[in-house]
């Protein structure tokens, strides 16, 4: 009988982002990636979501090591909140790594956190775990698939990616290596990426992305192109910045992640550009239009990015206006369509031609579309299979190509965040349940709660009733108020009539209350908060919070 092992999903199961899970075997732990994710529309004041760090904490002693699939925040952004508690090093290539630093050292923790860089094709031990780092192609360089050699066979983890045959870097998903893996030792479990489960067909190629591009620049002479891009899509800014070079112009980068990333592309290699090509966006208005490549930050219309601030004509570095061109190269993420509208619009207010992917091929994704992931699967051939990575509807319309594929559907197993299961003798099951609630973090003051989020919708969406009132403690009079202040529920100088009503219920309710006896200020606040509360709701239809102040004199 052989020892059998565990995976407990943290994240990334039922939801694009905050991608987490564990390895467990010989009792020592393996974290599998460890990503936030950005907040919804219904999550007012919340800045990120991270995976709900409880388990780990309670086995924070049996954590061996962290492996990185890619740099992307979503797989890495929340490894420096995990970090101030527990301590572990972390393995990934030398582009994932340095892109997972840029976020350590912000938290003040590179210090004391080891980062261990392996190479395309590596196999390490861990601990009692045996690693395979294999190269994929992404939208970001320097990918990897995970094969862990385990006493239960060979499980493999896709991590994000697509089947992309002529990736700019000509570093190709190695399915040659996967394919000997399933004839050697065979693959008993993968786990893959279910992002674009929905999409029939392939992906486009990324070097698809960069012939449109000369083709925009090349048509554009004497006009200034401005890209704009995820910080991280090396490739893609690689393709800018070669369409510039062979349309004469320089490059400036413009927005921190940009300059960051693009500094550490060149310092590992992963950028090239000819010698004088960079130059500081402070001298780009110098220069002829016709000789000006912009490569920015803000393609999800993030309010105080680069992009924002051009489109309302507030950034300090750059004006856009008539003559300009604007590539927006990259999706909205969904949550941001709103944000990225705005910018569009004001782009064209500014008089900018504004090209964006639904009007040309400027974007592609790094996701795999269903002929990709069927072709993983036969590839692959494994006895077990777990969709990953994605809303349920992705995970269910992947699981769906797996049975097509021949795996037996009780061989598929739909799991949600929170879910354990193991890999034993007898097969793949489901053991247990692990927290992996959503963990809201508000700027720095942490967790912000349910409760709290609960009350920011209530206030954001209804608005809020105070009923301010001061009782004498000995007599029971009530020497002031009740006042009703009001914020966002009813425009006040239409509301008089309703104030003046508020206020005449709220004192015939203390009034009330007193009389019965009640002397307690958490008593009385209760008894005015309800009767405020039936009036609003009888009078208005809406439910404003409504908060009795009840002080003592
Ligand atoms: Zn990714
Ligand atoms: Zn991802």
């Known amino acids: 009988m052989a020892e059998p092992v565990r995976l407990v999903f943290l994240g990334g199961l039922g939801e694009i982002g905050r991608n987490c899970a564990c390895l467990e075997q010989a009792g020592r732990l ?93 196999r390490r031990r861990i601990g009692p775990f045996d690693v395979e780092f294999i190269p994929v192609t992404h939208s970001v360089p320097r990918g990897f698939a995970l094969a862990f050699h385990t006493p239960q066979g060979v499980v493999l983890h896709s991590g994000d990616f697509k089947l992309d045959l002529c990736p700019v870097d000509g570093r190709l998903t190695d399915l040659a290596r996967i394919g000997a893996l399933a004839c050697g030792p065979g693959v008993r479990l993968l786990l893959s990426d279910s992002t674009n489960a929905e999409e029939a067909g392939h992906t486009a190629s990324e070097t698809s992305v960069g012939a449109e591009l000369l083709r925009i620049f090349e048509s554009r002479p004497g006009q200034r192109v401005i890209v704009t891009c995820f910080a991280s899509h090396l490739h893609r800014v690689q393709q800018v910045v070669d369409a510039a070079v062979a349309t004469g112009r320089k490059v400036a980068t413009l927005g921190r992640s940009m300059a960051k990333n693009v500094e550490l592309g060149l310092r590992l290699g992963e950028l090239r550009l000819p010698p004088g090509t960079l130059v500081d966006v402070e001298e780009v208005a110098d220069l002829d239009p016709g000789r000006v490549c912009v490569v920015s930050t803000g393609s999800q219309g993030e309010p105080l990015s680069a992009m924002a601030l051009m489109a309302a004509g507030d950034n300090k570095w750059m004006e856009v206006g008539e003559g300009d061109v604007v590539v927006l190269s990259a999706h909205p993420v969904p949550g941001n369509e709103w944000a990225v509208n705005k910018v569009v619009d004001g782009l064209h207010r500014r008089g900018a031609e504004v090209i964006h992917p639904g009007v040309a091929p400027v974007h592609q994704s790094g996701h795999a579309k269903a002929e990709e992931l069927k072709t993983l699967l036969a590839v692959a051939r494994p006895e077990y299979f777990i969709p990953v990575h994605g809303e349920f509807r992705h995970l269910v319309s992947h699981a769906r190509l797996a049975t097509r594929m021949g795996v037996p559907e009780p061989r598929v197993l739909l799991c949600d965040d929170g879910d354990v299961v193991e890999l034993s003798d007898t097969g793949l099951a489901w053991v247990g349940e692990v927290p992996a609630g959503y963990l809201y973090v508000d700027g720095i003051v942490g967790d912000v709660g349910h409760g709290v989020l609960r009350d920011r919708r209530a206030l954001a969406e209804e608005g809020v009733v105070m009923v301010v009132a001061t009782v004498d403690d ?80």
Not at 84 to 95: D, K, M, N, Q, T
Not at 512 to 524: M, P, R
């Open 30 to 122: 393996l974290l599998i990636d460890c990503g936030l994710m950005f907040p919804h529309a219904d999550m007012p004041g919340v800045d990120l979501v991270l995976p709900d760090f409880s388990y780990l904490r309670d086995n924070a002693g049996r954590i061996e090591a962290c492996v990185l699939t890619h740099g992307h925040e979503d797989h890495v952004g929340a490894l420096p909140f995990l970090l101030r508690e527990a301590s572990f090093p972390v393995y990934g290539s030398p582009l994932t790594l340095g892109l997972a630093a840029h976020r350590i050292e912000e938290a003040g923790l590179a210090g004391r956190t080891r980062l261990v860089e392996v190479a395309d094709g590596e």
């Open 474 to 553: 000995r007599s029971g009079d009530i020497l002031s108020g009740p006042e009703i202040i009001t914020r966002g529920w009813v425009y006040a100088p239409e509301a008089e009539e309703l104030l003046d009503e508020a206020r005449s219920v709220a004192l015939q309710s203390l009034k009330e209350a007193i009389a019965e006896g009640a002397v307690d200020h958490e008593a009385l606040g209760r008894r005015a908060r309800s009767a405020v509360a039936a009036l609003v709701q009888a009078r208005t239809r809406r439910r404003p919070m409504i908060v009795p102040v009840i002080m003592g004199a």
